[in-house]
């Protein structure tokens, strides 16, 4: 919920959603950021400890580009920006 009043009143160029969040999960936060016109095309990536399978489709199917799972490296970030859906 904080993040979310956050975000209507600043302009992010990319979105780092955790999964496990208490009481509004990343889930549904991304689903209610999607909801704002101006965050509509705004990647959002989901960063989670989670690693069954079927993650990361039910992070695209809630509307987010990608899914990196913790801990991660910050080389994955100074890579191939094409692979998490960034211009």
Not at 4 to 28: K, S, T, W
Not at 46 to 68: F, P, Q, V
Request: proline share 5%; net charge negative; aromatic share 6%.
């Amino acid at each position: 919920e904080e993040a979310i009043a956050i975000i209507n009143n600043q302009c992010f160029d990319i979105i780092l959603m955790d999964i496990q969040m208490p009481i509004m999960n990343g889930y549904e936060a991304a689903v209610e950021i999607r909801k704002i016109p101006k965050y509509q095309n705004v990647p959002i990536i989901a960063l989670t400890a989670g690693i069954l399978n079927g993650e990361r489709e039910k992070c695209l199917e809630y509307g987010m580009n990608d899914y990196l799972s913790k801990p991660n490296s910050c080389q994955r970030f100074t890579g191939d920006d094409s692979k998490m859906g960034v211009d």
